[in-house]
């Protein structure tokens, strides 16, 4: 038996560590909106105005309301907004409670790289700054971009183990991108930054045994405090250590067994992640989406009524089991981490896009939850982690089936725009009424530095 002051497991660390944490400071110090590949920021503004659908209909959900009151009871100095109420409070106020309220419905963007959410843990505390700063919105995409672009190659540099001992990566990861987000938008210097870095890892954590509740939520605005806090203070002069990556008891070592320094510091200077960024069109965890389309598929292909299906498998990654293989979701919001219960909507026609599809009734109706019982998962070490492929066999014997790769980016653009500025619709319209949601719309797509963040923040009051 190990002594009680020593430690029973111990995680590997790397013997040599090569400078992760300074260059990725360096690299985020030097990105220029001016040097920015024009998919890159197209991207860019298509997720701030995701981010800006899913945020203005998260802001009413009760996790958001109960933040709000106990954050605001302590008063704040008032220079920056929070989407919905339009009330003012402390930069870091803001970055907490809108970057909760934008991941209150999980209907926000992921990028695999980090096995999670980098919009809602990084923009939220580089707006809350750039706002109080009257930064222009030219300013707030390069930092933006730098942000999501660090957050992505440290995810990069511990996955998948660091996701698989149980973190969530929008929360730890996610804190890291925030800092280079918000020590880009403040000019700082790689050693700043790198600084900033350091005090994020340490302010980071994050647990995803919390999935299904509200803390889920709270960690992408924790992750977006926390680089804020970090930036401000690696600018006073704040100490942390320069290499909190890659160090001996370091982020790297203590929370993952991967360490992955090439991939962190893939020296191609235009590509950014921001480019493989993939959108949520179901309102459910991303890991179901996969199966989702491909129980879309089957059913407008075969046409085959519920009634006649007797058998349904779905193949999926490994790494969903502990993400959203809920087998019998009693809640509207337990039901979107059930790849069970969600290709049962899918199969029976429901609207999967539509958050107020996700109720705790609809998890108790007869006829998904016979769909629900029926399915059985395989899971399939060859599947890459958004990849599913889901069978159905009726009750002739014939079977038929439908795959989808929900990990691989859209590359068309224009295609890209249409969806979202529909789903922009679909979310805003019923907060702010039709003419103020084009209106705010049409000045999100464009995102010039034709009208101040502070007045379009105000744009997202409700009616």
């Avoid at 430690?7 to 400078?19: A, D, G, I, Y």
């Avoid at 990069?156 to 990566?169: K, N, V």
């Avoid at 068309?412 to 209106?439: C, H, S, W, Y």
Wanted: charged residues 20%; negative net charge.
């Amino acid at each position: 038996m190990a002594p009680r002051h020593q430690m029973v497991m111990e995680m590997p660390e790397p013997t040599t560590p090569p400078e992760v944490t300074r260059w990725l400071a360096e690299r985020a110090a030097a990105i220029s909106f001016d040097d920015l590949p024009d998919d890159a920021v197209t991207v860019a503004r298509q997720c701030i105005l995701d981010w800006f659908a899913v945020t203005i209909s998260g802001a009413s959900e009760p996790a958001v309301s109960i933040l709000r009151e106990e954050v605001l009871d302590d008063g704040a100095t008032p220079v920056a907004t929070l989407v919905g109420s339009g009330e003012k409070t402390s930069t870091v106020n803001a970055a907490l409670i809108n970057g909760t309220a934008s991941h209150a419905l999980d209907f926000d963007d992921v990028n695999m790289a980090i096995l999670g959410h980098p919009t809602v843990a990084i923009l939220p505390g580089v707006l809350a700054m750039a706002e109080a700063q009257n930064a222009s919105p030219r300013l707030l995409i390069e930092a933006f971009v730098a942000g999501y672009d660090v957050a992505c190659r440290t995810g990069a540099l511990i996955s998948p183990s660091h996701y698989g001992h149980g973190f969530h990566a929008t929360a730890t990861v996610g804190s890291v991108g925030s800092a280079a987000a918000c020590a880009r938008l403040l000019g700082l210097a790689p050693d700043a930054t790198a600084t900033a870095y350091g005090i994020s890892t340490t302010l980071a954590s994050g647990l995803k045994s919390m999935f299904g509740t509200m803390c889920k939520p709270l960690h992408a605005g924790r992750a977006a405090q926390n680089g804020l806090s970090a930036a401000r203070l690696a600018r006073r002069g704040f100490t942390s250590r320069p290499d909190a990556l890659e160090c001996a008891q370091g982020l790297a070592a203590t929370q993952s067994v991967d360490f992955h320094p090439d991939e962190a510091m893939r020296p191609e200077p235009l590509d950014f992640h921001i480019r493989r960024n993939l959108f949520k069109y179901h309102a459910s965890c991303y890991l179901t989406h996969g199966a989702i389309e491909a129980g879309i598929h089957l059913r407008d292909r075969s046409r085959t009524s519920t009634n006649a299906i007797s058998g349904i498998t779905i193949r999926v990654a490994p790494v969903t089991d502990r993400v959203c293989n809920l087998p019998r979701p009693a809640t509207g919001l337990e039901a979107k981490f059930s790849l069970r219960l969600t290709v049962a909507m899918a199969l029976a026609g429901r609207n999967t896009s539509a958050i107020g599809s996700y109720t705790d009734v609809m998890t108790q109706e007869p006829e998904l939850v016979r769909l629900r019982d029926m399915a059985t998962i395989i899971f399939d070490e060859s599947f890459p982690e958004a990849k599913a492929e889901v069978t159905v066999t009726t009750n002739d014997g014939s079977s038929h089936s439908a795959s989808h790769d929900a990990g691989v980016a859209d590359t068309d653009l224009m295609r890209q725009q249409t969806k979202l500025e529909n789903k922009f619709i679909a979310l805003v319209e019923p907060v702010l009424g039709a003419a103020e949601t084009r209106r705010l719309m049409d000045i999100l797509v464009l995102l010039d530095d034709g009208t101040s963040l502070e007045e379009i923040l105000a744009m997202t009051r409700r009616s």
